[in-house]
């Protein structure tokens, strides 16, 4: 009877666990700062700030990187958030850039790590910011799929910057 009782709420008590924004706490008061180069050859710049707004229930992500086709003009690029949706207790984000574009999509987390999923077209993207200290996370953009890069568009490090804004 002890076994049935333990293996009944086992499960309950795992999907019963309240998913929280607590996992972009050392993302947040900080710039961050990443270079690359895209699949395609382009330049991958960016600099990207994270606050808490409405009492810390949502996560405000203010991106600066290229504002132009020919990457030559810097500027604001997009606005995020990240919110809990109760309703569904998961992670999910709005992102909105400078060219008219809205992605949205769903998040989760693996200890530090945080991978956002998405879709682009035709394709289920996911960018994954693995936690490596406090102050770096390596970043992919690919196509995660079982638990495995089955292409990656983009490997890069974002880091704390060191510059005041």
Known sequence: MKTVLICWLIPVWVFSQKVSLDVFENLVNKTWVAEGTWGDGSNFKQELIFSYDLNG?????????????????????????????????TLVFWEFDVFGNMTTGTMYSKGK?????????????????????????????????????????????????????
Do not use: C, P
């Open 57 to 89: 229930t949502i996560i405000t992500a203010d991106s600066y990187g290229f504002v132009d086709k020919d990457q030559k003009e810097w500027g604001k690029r997009a606005h995020g958030v990240r919110q809990v949706d109760v309703a569904s207790n």
């Open 113 to 165: 790590d945080i991978y956002y999923q998405y879709r682009y077209g035709e394709v289920l993207l996911t960018d994954m910011w693995k936690y490596v200290n406090d102050a770096t996370y390596s970043f992919i953009v690919g196509e995660l799929i079982d638990g495995e890069w089955k292409k990656k568009y983009l490997e890069t490090t974002f880091t704390v910057s060191t510059q005041e804004k």
